[in-house]
């Protein structure tokens, strides 16, 4: 039986944007530093790498943004091709690395623990990823538009990020991407034949360098990133580290199917975390649905009884693997399953290959008054996925 509460999706926020800064480029600190400094509600990720000795000459700089609230993770010790690489060396590169920062930071007072990794120019495969998930619990790679929605679990060892470079994208691109984030514009006339926009959504950043230098096509003046942050603040996302976001996405499909014991006056619920690099703390924010239990109901954690936030919702601790509920009443006992419905597609339309609509049609078939050819047809429901399949006639 599902827990009888859900999990409020991106923390509160309609959507959630992670910027991630690869590299270990001492601008980073030098010129990023400040403007993190002066908005407290953004924090962001640094994936460092130890390639040109990076590592060790930054490490003050970068503790000092790991003890304001900022992510640190790891880029690999050389920032070599990993698929060149034998098991060995990828060891090396992957998981001693991660060991490797931790230690350099604490010399410089940052207790810092790496729970995300970013594969090196985005080069991953299934040898690699397996290495990556012994240490880490979220790789990033690159490419698409680098959103994420809230109840699609992503392959969390390959996270697609949208990439800053002055020569592809546009400062304005980068802002409408963080309103689409937002779910704010109009997106029903989007091409039906690409992803529709139908909710908030997590876009994952990647960056490099921060400077003025135009040499560079990777790197972004201050003043740009600084406007982007403060849209993303207008459009209220929830504007947090990599591992952040990761960790309460990943526990949202893990709590709303922990198990439930009966216990005096209520329920004691269990989960197991899904990952042993989890962040020490996962704050989740759960809200308890009333449909199936008594309003009164009230919720303990740690021997600790837990007050409702302003809005209802609680803020539970996940990775304490376990709360009672008091005052339940009695969840009524699931009713004898309804056969499902079988949801099925109720509209069919037909596009000719360049995506012009031509009009409805019945099924995956080509009316017979259209010529021979190949064409497209895209199948609409409700309660599924649209999907669209090439049909010859
Ligand atoms: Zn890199």
Request: a neutral charge; one cysteine or more; proline letters at 5%.
């Amino acid at each position: 039986m599902a827990a009888p509460f859900r999990t409020v999706p991106w923390n509160g926020h309609v959507g959630a944007v992670s910027f991630t800064f690869d590299d270990a480029y001492e601008t980073q600190f030098l010129n990023l530093k400040p403007l993190l400094d002066a908005m407290p509600d953004v924090h962001v990720t640094f994936f460092l790498t130890g390639f040109q000795d990076r590592l060790t000459k930054n490490a003050e700089g970068f503790a000092a943004l790991a003890n304001s609230g900022n992510e640190i993770g790891n880029h690999t010790l050389s920032h070599w091709r990993l698929p060149e690489e034998t098991d060995d060396e990828l060891e090396v590169e992957i998981t001693d690395f991660a060991d490797t920062i931790e230690a350099a930071l604490a010399k410089y007072g940052a207790d810092v623990n790496i729970v995300s990794f970013a594969t090196p120019g985005c080069e991953n495969g299934e040898n690699i990823k397996k290495v990556i998930q012994k240490r880490h619990m979220i790789n990033r790679d690159c490419g698409f538009d680098g959103r994420n929605k809230w109840d699609v679990e992503p392959d969390w060892m390959s996270l697609k990020a949208k990439i800053w470079s002055r020569t592809d994208v546009t400062v304005n691109e980068m802002l409408n991407a963080l309103d689409t984030a937002a779910f704010i514009g109009t997106f029903n006339n989007t091409n039906p034949l690409e992803p529709q926009i139908t909710e908030g959504t997590w876009l994952v950043v990647l960056q490099h360098d921060v400077s003025e230098r135009t040499i560079d096509y990777l790197s972004i003046n201050p003043d740009d990133i600084k406007r982007l942050f403060e849209r993303a603040v207008k459009n209220k996302l929830w504007i947090a580290p990599l591992g952040t976001v990761a960790a309460y996405q990943r526990a949202h499909f893990i709590i709303e199917n922990a198990t439930m014991d009966k216990i005096d006056n209520g329920y004691s619920v269990k989960w197991k975390i899904p990952h042993e690099r989890m962040p020490k703390s996962v704050p989740l924010r759960i809200q308890i649905d009333t449909t199936r239990v008594s309003s009164k109901t009230t919720l303990e954690q740690d021997g600790k009884k837990l007050t409702p936030e302003s809005d209802g919702s609680y803020i539970i601790e996940f990775m304490s693997q376990s709360l009672i509920m008091r005052n339940t009443g009695n969840i009524p006992l699931p009713k004898a399953k309804p056969k499902k419905a079988i949801a099925s597609y109720s509209k069919f339309t037909l596009y000719d290959l360049r995506g012009k609509k031509l009009g409805a049609t019945n099924g995956f078939s080509v009316p017979k008054d259209y010529p021979k050819g190949i064409y497209i047809i895209r199948a609409e429901a409700e309660k599924l996925p649209a999907i669209t399949k090439k049909v010859a006639k």
